[in-house]
Every structure is written in C-alpha cells, then in structure tokens.
C-alpha cells in the first residue's frame, strides 16, 4: 500500500514544485521534487484530467481523477477543494469524502480527515466493494486496493495519529475483513499489530502476527512484511538497518525507518530508536504515513 503511503515522492530528482505548507499544523515542509521524467508524465496525466474535467465538469470520474492528478504534484490545497464541489454535486458518493478525507490526512487536518472517512463509512454500509484503480500503478499494474478498504484503512490512521487508539482498532479490524489480498492485509496488520500494542492487547497483537508469514506473495508492500517479521523473531533488526544505510529509495526508507525506530523503543533501545525517527522526520517524505507516525511518536518521547 505504499502508493497510499506516498504518491507524489519519487525522489533523488532535479526539479522542484512550490513549497508546501499544511493546512492544520502551522509547519512548513520540503518542496515535494521529482525526476524531470517523473515530473513531465504527471504533468500529462494532469493535462488529460483537467481536459477531460473542463468537457464535463459535473462528471463524478473527471472530477476524482482531476483532484486525483492535482494531489500527486502536491497541490493539495486546489485538489481539497475539487473534491468539496464533488460533494456538494454528488452527496451520497462515497469516493468523494474518501479523497478529500485523505489530503486532509496529508495535510494533517485530522478532525477533518476523520469526519470525511466517517462519512464514506456510512455510504458503503452494505454495499458490495470495488476496486479502486491506482492513479500511479505498480509494477504488475495490479491494484491493491478497495473503496471500502481504503476508507477504513485510512480512518484507522487518522485515529492513530491522534492517539485514538480504541477507535482506531475497531477501523483497522473493518479494514482487516476487506483486506482482500496479502498486499493489503500486510498494511493493514502493520498499523493494526501497532495499535493493538498501544492499546496493550499483546494477546491480540500476537494472534494477528501469527497470520503472517514470510512466503506471503506480495506485490508492493514488501517493507511492511519485513517489519512484521521483525516484530515477529524472523528478521534481524541489524539487517533493516544496513539496508537504511545503503537503500536509496526514500519511500522504503520511511516505511522500514518508522518500523525499526518503534521497534528499538518498544524493546529497550529507545535513544537508537528515537535517532531514527528524528532522521526520518528530517528527510523529504513528510506525506508517508511513517513520516506522520514519527511525528506522533517522538511527541511521547
């Protein structure tokens, strides 16, 4: 689910969009930057979006994927405000409050992330899922991903940043059940296993391990089974780290640094893992999740 995790951040690149500064947290943040390849492809990607969007502007496809094509280059700001039109013009559709509810979580507006996924909850309820096609594919240009999961998935993450936990749990045990593949089951277990340890439920925590294996076949989630597994006894800690050391892939790095930071501090390391979530929280990657989890986490430090 890393696609979820981060868009927009295909680093070690040469050109810069205009920096960015959240909504709801006051801070400012590194300009998001891309590859000139990666740069010219979203960009007519967003070209076709904005074109088919202004033939149509009432048609609830052209304005997802116009906000959609907006969020990737990190205009956030006019992307939220596309999908609010999309509300006001089609109330009862579901996939409208689960984007906006996502860049408000990238912009840290959390009470309004959650509201908006709360919202989609009520929409799906008793509905059959769809797959949700992916805006930047991965490798095998197979989605991972549901309506119904990623509503769920992303409200279990806008309770944990704010350290509501007990309702987080009961989104992720949602999210759990439409986890329809390993891809997004090891997502999902990543952030549930962690939020059942904050809530102190290590019998439970144990039991969703269990389920985990190393043979699971996985598509893009790879980083989140290597941190299950080293929550589980079958990776060694040292092994992440070198490959922290030597990885260039930033996304990667986030997702396996959160990991392994949280994992020194829950078992006696906690000036080794505190170093790590600083250095996370210092790099580019502050739309990942992890990125957001290390601000949350070094709060309590």
């Known amino acids: 689910m890393q696609k979820f995790i981060l868009f927009s951040l295909l680093l070690i690149s040469f050109r810069q969009l205009k920096a960015q500064y959240t909504i709801c947290n006051g801070k400012s943040y590194p300009a998001l930057s ?34 959609r094509r907006l969020a990737y280059l990190g205009r956030y700001t006019e992307a939220i405000q596309l999908f609010s039109k999309g509300i006001t013009l089609h109330p009862t559709d579901a996939r409208m409050y689960r984007h906006r509810g996502h860049r408000y979580l990238t912009t840290r507006c959390y009470d309004k992330a959650i509201a908006d ?29 549901s309506l119904q999961s990623n509503i769920w998935y992303h409200l279990g993450l806008a309770y944990f940043l704010k350290k509501e936990f007990a309702k987080a749990e009961a989104a992720y045990s949602e999210c759990l059940n439409v986890s329809a593949n390993p891809d997004m089951y090891v997502a ?49 800690a040292d092994e992440i780290r070198q490959k922290l050391l030597t990885d260039q892939n930033t996304l990667s790095n986030a ?25 996370l ?9 992890a990125y957001m989890a290390a601000e949350m986490q070094l709060v309590e430090q």
């Not at 740069?39 to 048609?59: C, F, P, V, W």
């Not at 929409?123 to 095998?140: C, F, R, S």
């Open 255 to 279: 997702t396996l640094g959160f990991g392994l930071g949280y994992y020194y501090i829950q078992f006696g390391k906690p000036a080794e893992g505190k170093e790590l979530l600083q250095k």
């Open 34 to 67: 891309f590859s000139a390849a990666a740069l010219q492809k979203m960009n007519t990607d967003l070209q076709t979006a904005r074109i088919n969007y202004e033939q149509d502007s009432s048609n609830a496809d052209h304005i997802i994927w116009y906000g």
């Open 188 to 236: 999902t277990a990543n952030w549930y296993y962690l939020t059942l340890r904050k809530l102190g439920k290590d019998k439970e925590a144990a039991a969703l391990l269990a389920t985990i294996q190393k043979n699971m076949s996985l598509i893009e989630n790879k980083d989140y089974l290597t941190i299950l597994l080293l929550y589980k006894g079958e990776q060694h």
């Open 117 to 145: 996924f709360e919202k989609a909850a009520v929409l799906i309820k008793g509905k059959p899922d769809e797959t949700e096609p992916d805006g930047m594919p991965n490798a095998q240009n197979i989605p991972t991903s």
């Open 281 to 289: 929280t210092q790099s580019t990657q502050w739309g990942s999740f």
